[in-house]
Structures are given as structure tokens and as C-alpha cells.
């Protein structure tokens, strides 16, 4: 088993929009509300991750209860809406190159209306927030957004995933031969390793058919990915969540007749909905057709000011 403490790590903000429905003409908060404010990543937030939707609804609230990562609902919740006016995802192509996935919920006419102090979102369960905030001014200070009967409120909540960009190295013993494994992230400027239909589930959500992939080449760059002779016959499955680990395993698995390359293999890419990974082994992992070979790689996560 390969444990990859490198954990991605986490942050949210949200925004919000109000609207007069009859006029269509958007009032401006912006003087009162700050545009784009932290939130909590819940500890419940950070188990949804390893089970499943993240994001699947927000609600409001008029509660004040200062935020803990322990809380798993909202103070004084009001009301909740699991309507999606949009999903746009991308990346930032300088240091830290982190994702980002944005998700705009509407609250139609009069729904929230009302003295709004509070926000979250949820996934599965709306009694179980993945991150909360108390709505704050330009200056960072709780204050109230006030919703009026004729609005609607749509609130966006983006999400950004950072990948610890620091090579991380063990050692792993098959046969009786040590392997010095090297762990760090893979295509980092790519954009067709995020996708707005896979972004907001859990961790290690299958992003394509050939989730991970071994070669007969090194790793590359961050930037980069492996080199040389690859094949999709490598067998992945997934472990199942424990609670409160914020870790999830991938098992690879090569059958007697899989990834048997010329000098062995050197390294794997692994592909999911958080990002890509490269894992290089030196020297290279000798297999043939006498041989199976399973490797676990255990990966983890949690919040990005922590």
C-alpha cells in the first residue's frame, strides 16, 4: 500500500444575486454584502466527500451562531432550494494551480424572502451542510440581506481544489527488491481533467473509463504526465468510505497477462474528478505473465487553512 499524504485541500466562497422579478433589473448588494466570502468546510462537509454529492442543494437561514466545524445544519434555517442555474468549472494556470467549480442555485420570487444572516450548502441531506457561513459586509462583519417578496435570490458557491505540489516519497518492498516511490500531481494546466457533471461528487468519482493507467516511462512534471508504452487493461476499484478518515483508497490491479512492459513498470497516472496524480517507481516494477501485481494508493484530504 502506497499511503499519499499529499491531501488535496479545500476552500469555498459564495456570491450572491438579487433580482426584482417583475423588472428583471438586479439590485446592487455589493455596498453591503461582500462579494465573494469564505465559508466553513464543514466536518460533515468533509465526509459527504468520501460518500457522495457534495453539493446538491443551498439553503438560508436567519440564525447568528458563529461557525464550527462541528455544526452539520444551519442555525435558524429558513428555507432550501435544489434548483441549478448553472456549472462552470476551470483552473488557475499559475501557482497554485488550483480548480474551481462554480454552482449557482436560484431561489425563486418570494421564496427567501425575508432578513437573511446565514448560508449554506448541502449534498445528499439537507440536514447536513457540507459548508456554512454567516453572511458578512465588505469589512468581514455578520450583517442581514434582506429578500423582498417580489426578488429572487440566486446565491453561486465555488469550490477550489488545491493539490499539494510537493514530490512526496516512500519505500515499497515487492519480492524482496525496494522501490523508492515518488508521488506528485500530473497535468496540472489541464483542463479536461475537471468536469462540471463529476466535479461536485465524492472523491475518487471515476472521471473516465481508464481511471489509472501504468507505463514503462518516468514521470513528468507537475505540468506533465508519464512517458513511454502504455495499455488499458489495469483492473481499479475503490475501497469504501470509513467515517472521519477523509481518506479513500484506489486498488490496482494487473492480471497475469496485463502491463507486462519491456523493463517493467516505472510509473502509473491516476485520473480523478479532484485533479490527476503520477506515481514513479524506481527501479522500475519487474512483472510478467507469472505474476499479478496489486497496488493500493490511499489518498486524502481536507481544508485548505488547515
Known amino acids: 500500500m502506497i499511503n499519499i499524504d499529499n491531501k488535496f485541500k479545500m476552500e469555498g466562497y459564495y ?33 459527504a466527500l468520501g460518500y457522495g454529492s457534495i453539493c446538491g442543494g443551498c439553503k438560508v437561514g436567519t440564525g447568528s451562531t458563529p461557525v464550527s466545524a462541528t455544526q452539520t445544519d444551519l442555525a435558524s434555517s429558513l428555507v432550501s432550494t435544489t434548483t441549478v442555474q448553472s456549472d462552470s468549472v476551470g483552473r488557475i494556470s499559475t501557482a497554485p494551480y488550483y480548480s474551481w467549480g462554480r454552482r449557482t442555485y436560484r431561489f425563486n420570487q418570494g421564496v427567501a424572502a425575508g432578513n437573511l444572516t446565514e448560508v449554506g450548502v448541502y ?10 457561513a454567516l453572511i458578512v459586509d465588505t469589512e468581514g462583519n455578520p450583517t442581514t440581506l434582506t429578500i423582498l417578496s417580489d426578488e429572487w435570490l440566486d446565491i453561486t ?5 488545491y493539490q499539494d505540489l510537493v514530490d512526496k516519497t516512500y519505500n515499497l518492498t515487492l519480492l524482496g527488491v525496494n522501490h523508492v516511490v515518488t508521488v506528485r500531481p500530473a497535468s496540472v494546466l489541464d483542463n479536461v481533467a475537471i ?5 461536485f461528487t465524492e472523491f475518487l468519482y471515476w ?22 508504452t502504455t495499455s488499458n487493461d ?19 490491479s494487473s492480471g497475469l497477462n496485463n502491463n507486462n512492459y519491456a523493463g517493467g513498470i516505472s510509473s502509473t497516472l491516476v485520473r480523478t474528478n479532484k485533479g ?12 510478467d505473465n507469472f505474476r499479478t501485481l496489486v497496488i493500493t494508493l490511499t489518498f486524502s484530504w481536507g481544508r485548505y487553512d488547515t
Open 15 to 47: 456570491s450572491f444575486k438579487v433580482v426584482n422579478a417583475s423588472t428583471g433589473k438586479e439590485r446592487d448588494v455589493s455596498d453591503i454584502i461582500a462579494k465573494d466570502h469564505k465559508n466553513m468546510i464543514l466536518d460533515s462537509g468533509l465526509n
Open 123 to 132: 449534498g445528499q441531506n439537507a440536514t447536513s451542510l457540507f459548508s456554512r
Open 157 to 161: 458557491y465555488e469550490l477550489r481544489i
Open 195 to 199: 468536469n462540471s457533471s463529476h466535479f
Open 207 to 228: 472521471y473516465t473509463s481508464y481511471q489509472c493507467i501504468h507505463y514503462n516511462g518516468a514521470i513528468g512534471s507537475i505540468t506533465a504526465a508519464p512517458s513511454g
Open 234 to 252: 489495469l483492473s481499479t476499484t475503490y475501497t469504501s468510505y470509513v467515517n472521519s478518515s477523509y481518506t479513500r483508497s484506489l486498488v490496482l
Open 276 to 287: 490527476y496524480w503520477q506515481v514513479g517507481y524506481v527501479p522500475a516494477i519487474a512483472k
